[in-house]
């Protein structure tokens, strides 16, 4: 036994817990602790030491809370490491607490949701005490409280805080393998490097190995399945040269919501030889469980290709998982590290000095890969609730909704407004070899071959991804002498169409009916611009995604012709929420409270760049100035039924949804609504909001229909203008006037 539980520590896991033991008995250290330690450091052995460390030097009056996230039963397998690592020690979990009440030297391991999932029983009264009396008596018993949130990143929601708050702990370690750095804690971080020298993870992982610049692909997912199976047996015959009874496991990671692409999947492993029925296939997905051996984690396990989604991202160890195969679409930087993890950590906890071995390897064409990992890097914001003040909880307004039994012009009517939008801006006329010419020339994408760039190299660290440069092309030749298949090139295309309807709210069958009807050989010649084949009409469709979404949003961003007065949205009474949560930069410097905001403790930490545009900080501070005659000012929400929001209608008479930024009361009981919007800068227009003229008609006929105060807002050399008049693009025209004239 050394350090007083059943396990030898590396040398960088007894640092770390000499660190943590360091900083909670240093009285000016900070409450909260934040450790960042890679997926495979071995955390839970980390904390259990610790907790030993702990009680057994420091205060044995203590009684430690461990949380974990709700998916994977993670702090059931927590509670059985520290059963076997500490049998000494007291463990229980969340209803043995409820029954027994939180002694000194427990532990208990508590399952996230059931504390915070809505419905929970756990925390109402019952005949057992609930949650808050049970941690009231450890208080008056003289317990002190510890609290340890596992898997950070998947805690820390605006929930927990109530639940946390109630411990009153002497401390809180917060523990993830994608913590962010924060001023306001302590903070230190598990070198990456160090668990790879111990031997716990792998040396390094491979994104597409056997990729080469300029690679024809027939198709994505059964390349990349070809490539992933070929590198699992070579894995595998290896293993078995030296003897070992391990397994390699294919993850194979799908995007929300595809069904179909599961389908095809295993039709593919179908014919490679790997079905449910044999055994050699496992699903693990939120809503489908299917043939999960019991062993599956085990390193001889039967299944060589698990299907997955999110659900197993995290709390899941499976040291036999090698290989990734990841599908399209981007997901957040979390997910992405978190489900890296899963496939870094080694199966007998060392290296085999064999790079084939020693190294994992992830296979993917998601484009979006390092884009989504670069895009969360620097959101190391927080968020608070918020609780609104007396004053501001009698104010109502009258709120439109959308009339969904209107749902804006039909597929004809916008099918003839893109062809004439096309038509004027490219100069088209009948002649469809002379279109294709001058569409070329605009810069779309002709022929039978998909575009497509693929990230590739070697990466010891994982943080590494994100600075990667390194990608080569790829080109998928569309045959086009036979029929398209569907699973092949099918859902790429509808992935294409996915992404253009979001630009105009229509269904994907009807956006697909008009590009066919536009650019495809067949039917009905009437607004035919070019004539392709099926399969050039694919390949131009998904190589010309983002322009042919471009073209239908500058459709719909045309002013809209009034026939939706026609139209009568529904009407709802608005009152400013009770409690709210924003956003909050704990890094503000001079941090000083506003006291117009309808919120108690709001401050300019709410009000900063990292969550703020540069004009709504501008006009929050312009409300705290002392000359101004503001009883107070609200900052509406961007999306929700709870929020204030007004009905716009675009250039196909289909109806959105607008939230005008800040709601302002004067002192003399006049009510503002006002839109900030990006500026200029440079004589660069910032605004990139294609609907503000759509929005401003909208927002001027609400404004005079219930006797309101208005303006759009913007900034320009620092200062504000205002517009509440005529619309108009250029901040030079008359119509914007300083802020100060108006408001």
């Known amino acids: 036994m050394v350090n ?28 909260t602790v934040i450790v960042k330690s890679p997926t495979g450091s071995g955390k839970t052995i980390i904390l259990i030491d610790f907790i030993e460390e702990y009680l057994t030097k420091i205060n044995s009056r203590t009684a430690f809370i461990w949380l974990c996230p709700g998916k994977g039963d993670l702090e059931e397998q927590s509670r059985q490491k520290m059963c076997k690592f500490a049998p000494h020690r007291y463990t229980q979990n969340l209803f043995d607490a409820l029954q027994n009440g939180f002694d000194a030297e427990s532990t208990t391991f508590i399952n996230w949701e059931l504390v915070t999932k809505k419905g929970n029983t756990a925390i109402r009264d019952s005949e057992r005490k609930n949650l808050f ?16 949130i596992d898997e950070e990143h998947s805690n820390n929601t605006a929930k927990a805080k109530a639940i946390i708050d109630a411990f009153s702990a002497k401390n809180i370690i917060r ?14 971080e598990i070198d990456e490097v160090d668990v790879i020298n111990a031997g716990l993870i792998t040396k390094a992982l491979y994104v597409n190995e056997g990729l080469v610049d300029g690679m024809e692909i027939a198709n994505d997912y059964e390349c990349l399945l070809d490539l992933a199976d070929a590198k699992r047996k070579a894995i595998a015959a290896r293993y078995k040269e030296l003897g070992k ?28 030889g790997y079905t449910y029925d044999n055994g050699m296939v496992s699903i693990w997905m939120s809503e489908d469980k299917r043939d999960l051996p019991d062993n599956l984690t085990e390193n001889d396990a039967t299944p060589v290709f698990l299907l997955m989604k999110q659900a197993i991202s995290t709390g899941w160890d499976c040291p036999r998982a090698k290989i990734l195969v990841k599908l399209r679409e981007g997901m957040n930087e979390g997910f992405e590290i978190q489900t890296i993890g899963r496939i870094r950590r080694m199966p007998e906890a060392k290296h085999y000095e064999d790079d084939l071995l020693d190294f994992c390897y992830v296979y993917t064409f998601d ?40 749902d804006g012009l039909g597929e004809r009517e916008v099918l003839i407004k893109i062809h004439e939008a096309l038509v004027a801006k490219y100069h088209l006329g009948s002649d469809k070899k002379q279109n294709q010419m001058l569409l070329a020339d605009a810069g779309y994408i002709f022929g039978a071959e998909i575009h497509g760039q693929a990230l590739q190299g070697e990466f010891v660290r994982t943080s590494a991804l994100t600075e990667s440069h390194n990608y080569i092309t790829t080109h998928k030749r569309v045959d086009t002498h036979k029929h398209v298949d569907t699973h092949k090139h099918g859902m ?42 099926t399969a050039e009409f694919y390949a131009f469709v998904i190589n010309n ?53 309808a919120y108690h403790e709001y401050t300019s930490g709410f009000a900063t760049s990292l969550v703020r545009s540069t004009c709504e900080m501008l006009f929050e501070q312009y409300c705290e100035r002392p000359d101004n005659d503001i009883e107070w000012v609200y900052k509406n929400g961007d999306t929700g039924q709870q929020y204030f929001s007004i009905v716009y209608v675009d250039g196909i008479q289909k109806q959105w949804l607008f939230y005008a930024d800040y709601i302002v009361m004067k002192k003399d009981g006049t009510v503002w609504v006002i839109e900030t919007k990006g500026g200029e800068f440079k004589g660069q227009d910032k605004n990139i909001d294609r609907q503000i003229e759509n929005k401003f008609n909208a927002f001027k006929a609400y404004a005079a229909k219930h006797n309101l105060h208005w303006g759009f807002v913007r900034d320009k050399d620092n200062q504000l203008y205002i517009n509440n008049t005529e619309f108009a693009a250029d901040m030079a025209d008359k119509p914007w006037v300083p802020l100060t004239q108006e408001f």
């Open 175 to 188: 523990v993830s393998a994608t913590a962010v750095e924060n001023k306001r804690y302590e903070y230190f």
């Open 367 to 406: 484009e979006k890969y390092k884009a989504g990992l670069l895009s969360s890097i620097d959101r190391a914001y927080e968020t608070r609730r918020l609780f609104l003040k007396d004053k501001c909880k009698t104010f109502t307004l009258q709120k439109e909704i959308r009339d969904m039994d209107f």
């Open 545 to 597: 995604q983002h322009k042919l979404k471009e073209e239908f949003r500058e459709v719909t961003s045309q002013m809209a012709i009034q026939m939706s007065m026609q139209l009568h949205p529904k009407k709802s009474a608005f009152h400013i929420p009770e409690q709210d949560f924003f956003r909050y930069d704990p890094n503000v410097k001079n941090e000083v409270e506003y006291l117009s905001n």
């Open 245 to 272: 009874a391990i397994r390699p496991l294919v993850l194979i990671q799908f995007p929300n919501g595809q069904p179909e692409t599961i389908r095809a999947v295993e039709v593919k492993l179908e014919g490679m």
């Open 492 to 533: 790429q295309l509808m992935h294409s169409i996915d992404a253009i309807k979001s630009s105009i709210g229509m269904a994907q069958n009807k956006v697909k009916t008009i590009l066919e009807r536009l650019f495809r050989k067949g039917g009905n010649p009437g607004r035919k611009l070019i004539a392709l084949e």
């Open 4 to 31: 007083g539980i059943n396990i030898n520590l590396f040398d960088f896991q007894e640092k770390a817990v000499i660190k943590l033991m360091d900083i909670v008995t240093d009285s000016r250290s900070k409450q």
């Open 133 to 148: 009396d049970r941690i009231a008596e450890a208080h008056r018993a003289g317990t002190e409280f510890i609290v340890i």
